[in-house]
T-cell receptor, first 111, second 114 residues
Framework: ELKVEQNPLFLSMQEGKNYTIYCNYS?????LYWYRQDPGKSLESLFV?????AVKQEGRLMASLDTKARLSTLHITAAVHDLSATYFC???????????FGEGTQLTVNP | DSGVTQTPKHLITATGQRVTLRCSPR?????VYWYQQSLDQGLQFLIQ???????AKGNILERFSAQQFPDLHSELNLSSLELGDSALYFC?????????????FGPGTRLTVT
């Protein structure tokens, strides 16, 4: 059974600081997604990583995928308050199949 | 706006009752997925339909069932409801025929069982 683990689960950081969220998974896959969720809201797609070594950047967020290490990272650069949300990674074992989600990382950016 | 719609947004009902949640996928998407999000279980896959046929099942209780209709909308039926069924239920859709099969999530239905 595929397991996806994120750490940390809770992250409180100051504006302007950098930090990385880690996502480890237990089986071979080269399909990994990052989502953002605001309280009570739906899941917003951030990044789609479909191959080993894939790196995507959008604003202050950058995601990467190392399929050999079964590890993805979401790096936050110079955090701002608007980034406060819960971030989920999700792994898809094969194209078009279910997503298995990590526990989520609740990020709070303090002024 | 992802293009996936779900109704109702909120549902409050009593234990033992039955409810139906509805999902309309994005135009052209053949695959529909249902997920449950609760505080203790996190985000869990329930079931997937592709072009009207069940394709995969996850941790879906026997009290729950789903179907996808010819117009591709889907319904999730929850019966004999228990307090623990209170959760946010998401529907997602994807094309599921191409290399890039990103799932787009609907706004969710918040179910409260009292």
């Amino acid at each position: 059974e595929l397991k996806v683990e994120q750490n940390p689960l809770f992250l409180s950081m100051q504006e302007g600081k950098n930090y990385t969220i880690y996502c480890n998974y237990s089986t071979t896959s080269d399909r990994l997604y990052w989502y953002r969720q605001d309280p009570g809201k739906s899941l917003e797609s951030l990044f789609v990583l479909l191959s080993n070594g894939a790196v995507k950047q959008e604003g202050r967020l950058m995601a990467s995928l190392d399929t050999k290490a079964r590890l993805s990272t979401l790096h936050i650069t110079a955090a701002v308050h608007d980034l406060s949300a819960t971030y989920f990674c999700a792994v898809e074992e094969t194209s078009g199949s279910r997503l298995t989600f990590g526990e989520g990382t609740q990020l709070t950016v303090n002024p | 706006d992802s293009g996936v719609t779900q109704t109702p947004k909120h549902l409050i009902t009593a234990t033992g009752q039955r409810v139906t949640l509805r999902c309309s996928p994005r135009s052209g998407d053949l695959s529909v997925y249902w997920y449950q999000q609760s505080l203790d279980q996190g985000l869990q896959f329930l079931i997937q339909y592709y072009n009207g046929e069940e394709r995969a099942k996850g941790n879906i209780l026997e009290r729950f069932s789903a179907q996808q209709f010819p117009d591709l909308h889907s319904e999730l039926n929850l019966s004999s409801l228990e307090l623990g069924d209170s959760a946010l239920y998401f529907c997602a859709s994807s094309v599921a025929t191409a290399d890039r099969v990103e799932q787009y999530f609907g706004p969710g239905t918040r179910l409260t069982v009292t």
